[in-house]
């Protein structure tokens, strides 16, 4: 593409008149394919039209030739508990650009306009799904949560243990599935808060019909925990447990360990660092770990203002670069009142830490600790800096299982 193509180019909101255009771009730039989404459950069409209603909630930007759409992303609005406070956060989605067109920018210049929306929308966080780790690196975003994947053998399953309740097989929409996520969600850091059209997302890609939900109510017959999961060739195949109490998460596996004489393998999800191994009586399972979602943080300013620190601390100031937004090129200084509230300012008060968008990311969302941060090389503070980051920033590990 040259110069003079590039002058008669385009950036501007993509409404439900392109709807036909988006979808094309994400199939052609994903390659979904027809017989993916046969297996997912779709008939003809069934997938474009379930992914209107996203188009319609989200704000999409685009770059156009003419009238034909060549790049595009999409910003999902969505709720997250931050530590145990809900927040605004803006997930990038539907991101991509033919590749003809590819190598001049484009998604570039999107992406800044992306940061400048979220941030007028109060989005002070961002998710995404990376594609390419080091591209989202180079745009601001870091690794905040991972997707560990475990297989065991029938004969590994744990000994039923005896509990007060009981597990009832339900539809994966039953109310009470909903209402023990919900729960999950608003005591587990990083989660998201879902509404309808996160549920929609969450099941996009798989096929519904075949899904069950094993849900565990305790004595008093309330639900605290389920296990979504189907079995296929002799395999118990888990896509998520979610349990509120460590007696539900002994009753779910009750559960699972009943199938032992249907089945001879049990594979499942787990999306937190707590590998199922320790767990076991024999825990020589195999299990691997993969980087999930990345988070950014929009505007530094107002998320240290939002942020549900641990305690008060020490007066201590960000030195943060940040290769996108301008407004994040500063000093961030934080100092408590009598009270406790933290206040931020641009003075450099206190111990100096230095670093890049992406290390305060990963490390306000507790995926790596600061003194780990500082051992790599990736922030640069004194001692005393570092006591008062790890006294003031929470313990709690992100949990996200969510795609979109």
Known sequence: MDDNIRKEL???????????????????????????????GYEEGELE??????????????????DQLISQLAIYPCTVNLHGRQVKMGGLTGVGTYPEYAGHGLMHDLVRLALQHMRAHKQWLSYLYPYSIPFYRKKGWEIMSDHLTFELKDTQLPKPVAVPGHVERLEIDDPDVIATY???????????????????????????EERIAGV?????????????????????????????????????????????????????????????????????????????????IVDVAEFLQEYPFAESGQPVHFVVSDP???????????????????????????????????????????????????????????????KILENIIPMDEPYFSDYF
């Open 324 to 386: 996108l937004a301008d407004w994040n090129n500063r000093t961030f200084g934080l100092w408590w009142d009598a009270a406790g509230q933290v206040h931020v300012t641009a003075r450099p008060v206190g111990e100096a830490v230095t670093l890049d968008i992406q290390t305060l990311t990963t490390m306000l969302m507790s995926y790596r600790r600061p003194s780990y941060l500082a051992k790599i090389e990736r922030l640069q503070a004194s001692k005393a800096a570092l």
């Open 49 to 66: 039209r379930a992914k209107r209603p996203v188009l319609e909630k989200s704000d999409v930007i685009g770059w156009f030739h003419e």
């Open 10 to 40: 385009t950036i501007k909101p993509v409404t439900l008149d392109y709807l036909d255009q988006f979808n094309d771009l994400l199939a052609y730039v994903f390659q979904v394919t027809a017989k993916e989404v046969e297996e997912s």
């Open 182 to 208: 919900q729960t999950y969600a608003l005591h587990n850091h990083g989660a998201m808060i879902r509404n309808q059209l996160n549920w929609d997302e969450y099941w996009r890609w798989e096929n519904e």
């Open 216 to 296: 565990y109510y305790d004595a008093d017959d309330h639900p605290q925990g389920y296990v979504l999961y189907w079995i296929a060739e002799e395999v118990f195949h888990i896509k998520e447990m979610v349990y509120n109490t460590q007696e539900a998460r002994v009753g779910l596996w009750n559960f699972v360990s009943a199938h032992f004489s249907m089945v001879e393998l049990v594979r499942g999800n787990i999306y937190k660092n707590e590998p199922l191994h320790f767990l076991l009586s024999d825990g020589d399972i195999k299990q691997t770990i993969h980087p999930y979602f990345m988070a950014r």
